[in-house]
């Protein structure tokens, strides 16, 4: 595998046209050719966000000084942002949200999408339509109206009104359909023989079998909730509910904005969810796969 | 919602456990199958229905309305309709929507899929590039921005200083509307390159290694397996790929627009989604933003029915 | 769905205007019967009038804590204020805090008046005023006050009064000046001497001032209700206006033009950057050396004062075109009340109570904030004379700002959004996309027209 995809890209990259393997004639090999260009784009996708977390560690005098390495080294913009904002609430309060969210849209979908892709009924093409419709709908057009919903079921100012309203979402649907139309026919038909019911078949076999796909929309509702900023926004005026996103917005003020302090709250927000990529990468990596296609 | 979710698990459980015996005359076992579709799906379709559906509805209805912003409503028929017809700046962000997208997505795509191509090969370290490719994805949009504003500022920001460094003059990145547009997209592949490049990757691995191999005795050099192998069994990923960009590209960017440019300069980077939230929530224009929003929404429609046909309902089942 | 279906049924509280036209909309919408649910959820609106509870104070100022000592106090000014009140009064005031980004850019303010949960007591731009007065949620504070306050106030309150009747009472007036960089004033060998006081003489000295990281002279960039204002002057120095005293349009003017080409002109030559330097960061960009000239509000002053007491700045009068007189813009936030909100009158009482009455409490409230926790001019003259007495415009920069900056001064125009952005797009397409002044003129003018024509509200000057 590795040498035959090796040369069949190697090609095009590296421009050295015979695909008779690593041509040793060559100063600059397909194969190093590849790596440098690995190296070099992986440092540009990287170097923002480096330079983020090293400014974060500069003065108020140095930040802008252009440099990536901090000559003033200095940890007070984050005793600032943990000590004189309560930073740490703002986390709990994302993390909470973030995770009950996912837990329950997980939930949710897999049985929906469990449903559009096993089972038959009439009308399912048609829902299935309908929901994939729902994709569609873009959410600050939506803002007022479901404003106005969230008010009348007494959802605002709650952690139910930054939950409920975020669970519904025709993609994690969408994806898990996909997946469970790949499933092989044979396991339902032997569990259906056994006399199993189709809720049993859900949770004692399919729930299992999409633990990958399961692993990596986890990931991303985290994610995507971790980072929203519209509806909190909305939703909420209580300080004790203020997510980490809103945290960062308040750093703002209109006429000063001190860089430092702000990218020291902003590498605070970003680093839980870095902590869990680095962690959970091969997962996610994985698993991406997965729910991509089939 | 968890105590809806209970009781639908045990009615679901219930249905489950009656049934060998009652199998009889295979009427009863397809109803079965419905009731539990049925409740199978009820929470997730309750939920859609009422923070989707219903606020799309809601927004329709109030895109027939004069709004103050101050809860009172003026029925106006088609008057929304026939104001966005004449305002000639909801057509510029029509336009700029439209280059934006027909810029990104291609761009988007190529570079994904460059990636994919790159990060499949076995090289030393290669999970570190994967990862360093990737990384940019998990920071939120606020954040993106707040960051890109800080890296392009035009007398400080890091990226003029390298340029001044390198003898070059610094440009105004933020400050004048093509560069700014620029920018923005710029900004939008770096977030979303790591995300489609695992998605292409996925696509590319499942590619049958046997077939470069018969190819390759058939003397095919690389840029032949490319289009005669990789290109046609990568359609379906593609066409996912290209389905995600684009709706995420219609819709998606606003946290990135408020945060980088706020719509400016001289409403170069003014994306029809951002237009219809400042007519909205900065000038309290509900209605008539409904409005524009309802037609935002047909365009997408239209334009996913399009994909939808060419991605056969969803299924990706052949690429052939 | 069904459970709010009923609670629509149950008849509704006292009508009032807004209520009457949200039954012609339900009427409607039944009849067009294009949403089922829509009538159980729109007559929501409005229910903050029900709710009991704690008057809500929205502000941009406190609490919070911050690294600039001058924001601490400016949140201490507002906890001790509502401390003070909730201390004598049997109705109790809850402050909210939300970031200035927020409420100024932000959709919060009007996304909660649009349905129903507006603050009882909020703080008002000018460029706000007629929208939420046309709107119908400004409570009269003339009741309130006595004649004598309302004296004292004087022209300040021009832009906050329909007719006779006060809708907002302001807390402070923020001229617009010149600042700059004492320092780099120096290195390129000027001296007091050369302080420009035309607009020719201000474009060179800028041209001298800058480099490829310094901008020499900075006009506000940033698309908003603030470059807007900061814009204003340069048009009313050559007697331009936007409407005129009647009413009419009046935008296209050889002052208009010769503004919109002077901000042109100055980007074009790299005289002024196309960004803000510093990301606007007025004391960074200064102290950073990436500023020689930049045009800001006298609310800088407490910044300076805060992070960079020993930096070399000076400020001067806006220069003038050839034939024009010295007209500066003055800004400034207002308190306000809901008059539909929990107690209208409480919040009223609130308003006067802490900026307009005769008592000394109230007086000495504004001096502490215009010359304590802020560095502005006091809108009440009895609160600048004790300003003054306490020494509270002494420093040179302040008395500048006292005597020589704001007796030129307008007050921020008070235009709605159509006309804001119709002005705004001019700006802007002048400044940045390079677009003629000619035709920028005629497209805004073109807008204004059709919206003063349709317009239904107070008098918009």
């Not at chain 3, 009849?31 to 959820?41: E, H, I, K, Q, Y």
């Not at chain 3, 009440?380 to 002494?394: H, I, Q, V």
């Amino acid at each position: 595998m590795a040498s035959d995809t090796l040369t069949s890209t190697a090609g095009r990259a590296g421009g050295s046209g015979s695909g008779e393997g690593p041509g040793r004639r060559r100063p600059l090999s397909p194969r190093a050719a590849l790596t440098a260009l690995a190296v070099l784009l992986s440092v540009i996708s990287v170097l923002p966000v480096l330079w983020m977390l090293t400014s974060s560690f500069k003065t108020r005098e140095t930040v802008t000084d252009g440099r990536l390495i901090p000559t003033d080294f200095t940890v007070d913009n984050f005793v600032y942002v943990f000590t004189e904002v309560p930073f740490a609430r703002y986390l709990w309060n994302s993390f909470f949200i973030s995770a009950v969210i996912t837990i329950a849209a997980l939930f949710f979908h897999s049985m929906a999408a469990y449903a559009l892709a096993r089972l038959r009924f009439p009308g399912r093409e048609k829902l299935f339509g309908a929901i994939f419709a729902t994709l569609l709908v873009t959410a600050p057009v939506v803002l007022i109206p479901l404003f106005m919903v969230a008010r009348e079921l007494g959802l605002l100012d709650s952690y139910a009104g930054l939950v409920i309203p975020a669970i519904f979402n025709a993609f994690g649907i969408f994806l898990l359909r996909q997946f469970y139309l790949g499933l092989p026919k044979e396991l339902e038909e032997a569990a259906v023989i056994d006399g199993c019911g189709h809720w049993r078949v859900y949770w004692n076999i399919v729930l299992p079998m999409s633990r990958p796909i399961l692993s990596a929309l986890a990931i991303f509702f985290f994610l995507a909730n971790w980072n929203a900023f519209v509806w909190p926004l909305v939703a909420t005026n209580d300080q004790d509910l203020t997510v980490v996103q809103l945290g960062i917005a308040s750093f703002q003020t209109q006429y000063t904005s001190n860089w430092n302090y702000i990218l020291a709250a902003a590498t605070v927000a970003a680093l839980p969810m870095l902590i869990l990529f680095f962690v959970f990468q091969r997962q996610i990596v994985e698993s991406i796969k997965t729910s991509g296609i089939k | 919602m968890s105590s809806v979710a209970a009781k639908e698990r045990r009615a679901a459980a219930a249905t489950a456990e009656a049934p060998v015996s009652t199998r009889g005359p295979g009427l009863s076992r397809r109803h079965r199958e419905w009731l539990a579709a049925a409740l199978f799906l009820a929470p997730d379709v309750l939920g859609l229905l009422v923070f989707v559906a219903v606020p799309m509805v809601l927004s329709i209805a109030l895109s027939f309305f004069q709004v103050s912003g101050f809860g009172s409503y003026e029925w106006i028929g088609l008057g929304n309709y026939e104001r966005m017809m004449n305002d000639p700046l909801f057509w510029d962000s029509m336009k700029i929507t439209g280059l934006y997208v027909v810029i990104l997505v291609p761009v988007l795509f190529c570079v994904s899929l460059g990636l994919g191509l790159l990060v499949k090969q076995k090289l030393p370290g290669m999970g570190v590039y994967r990862t360093a490719l990737f990384l940019p994805y998990v920071i939120s949009l606020v954040v993106v921005g707040v960051l890109w504003k800080f890296l392009l500022d035009e007398q400080t920001g890091a990226v003029n200083r390298a340029m001044r460094a390198a003898g070059l003059d610094g440009e105004s990145w933020l400050g004048s509307p093509s560069l700014a547009l620029g920018c923005v997209i710029a900004v939008m592949v770096w977030v979303m390159m790591g995300y489609y490049m695992i998605i292409f990757l996925s696509g590319l691995q499942e590619i049958p290694k046997e077939y470069y191999e018969a190819a390759k005795l058939d003397g095919a050099g690389p840029w032949t397996q490319f289009r005669s192998i990789t290109w046609p069994l990568l359609r379906p990923t593609s066409f996912f790929v290209l389905m995600m960009s684009t709706v995420a590209a219609i819709t998606g960017g606003l946290d990135l627009i408020f945060v980088l440019t706020n719509g400016g300069p001289a409403n170069g980077t003014s994306l029809a989604i951002f237009y219809i939230y400042q007519q909205a929530f900065g000038f309290g224009e509900y209605g008539y933003a409904s409005a524009m929003g309802s037609f935002l929404v047909l365009i997408m429609v239209a334009v996913s029915a399009v994909i939808f046909k060419f991605t056969r309902g969803g299924r990706f089942d052949d690429g052939e | 769905m069904l459970q709010h279906g009923n609670d629509a049924g149950q008849p509704a509280p006292a009508p009032s205007p807004a209520g009457a036209s949200r039954r012609r909309f339900l009427t409607a919408m039944a009849g067009t019967g294009a949403a089922v649910a829509a009538p159980a959820l729109l007559t929501g609106c409005g229910t903050a009038r029900a709710k009991g509870g704690n008057l809500q104070f929205w502000n941009f100022y406190g609490p919070q804590r911050s690294p600039d000592p001058a924001i601490n106090a400016q949140s201490k000014w507002f906890t001790d204020m509502v401390g003070k009140w909730n201390a004598t009064h049997a109705r109790q005031i809850d402050l909210v805090y939300l970031p200035q980004p927020t409420y100024l850019n932000g959709f919060k303010l009007p996304s909660a008046f649009a349905t129903g949960e507006g603050p009882d007591i909020f703080m008002l731009s000018p460029g706000d005023f007629l929208r939420y007065y046309n709107g119908g949620v400004l409570e009269d504070l003339t009741p309130y006050m006595e004649k004598a306050a309302v004296d004292d106030f004087g022209s300040a309150l021009d832009s906050r009064k329909v007719g006779d009747k006060v809708y907002a009472l302001p807390m402070e007036v923020e001229p617009l000046a010149m600042f700059y960089s004492q320092q780099l004033w120096e290195k390129a060998g000027l001296s007091e001497a050369d302080i420009p006081t035309t607009w020719d003489q201000m474009l060179d000295i800028g041209d001298k001032l800058g480099s490829r990281t310094t901008a020499g002279l900075v006009f506000e960039t940033n698309p908003g209700y603030y470059q807007n204002f900061t814009w204003y002057p340069w048009m009313w120095q050559g007697g331009g206006d936007v409407l005129d005293e009647r009413g009419d349009v009046a935008f296209d003017s050889k002052a208009t033009r010769q503004a919109l080409a002077l901000w042109q002109d100055a980007v074009r030559h790299g005289i002024a950057p196309r960004t803000v330097p510093a990301a606007g960061d007025v004391i960074g960009g200064f102290k950073g050396g990436n500023v020689g000239m930049w045009q800001q509000g006298i609310w800088n002053v407490s910044s300076f004062k805060a992070f960079a007491p020993d930096y070399p700045y000076g400020v001067f009068r806006l220069p003038t075109p050839p034939g024009g007189d010295y007209v500066t813009a003055l800004g400034g936030w207002s308190f306000c009340a809901n008059a539909q909100g929990r107690d209208p009158e409480a919040a009223a009482e609130f308003c006067v109570w802490a900026l307009g009455s005769m008592e000394d409490e109230s007086v000495d409230r504004m001096v502490d904030w215009c010359v304590g926790a802020k560095s502005d001019v006091a809108p009440r003259a009895t609160a600048l004379e004790r300003g003054a007495a306490k020494g509270g415009y002494d420093s040179e920069v302040m008395r500048k700002f006292k005597d020589e900056i704001f007796p030129g001064g307008r007050a921020e125009p008070r235009y709605p959004p159509v006309v804001y952005k119709a002005i705004s797009d001019a700006i802007q397409g002048t400044m940045l996309a390079g677009r003629g002044v000619g035709s920028e003129i005629e497209r805004a003018t073109r807008s204004i027209e059709a919206y003063t024509k349709s317009y239904k509200g107070a008098s918009l000057i």
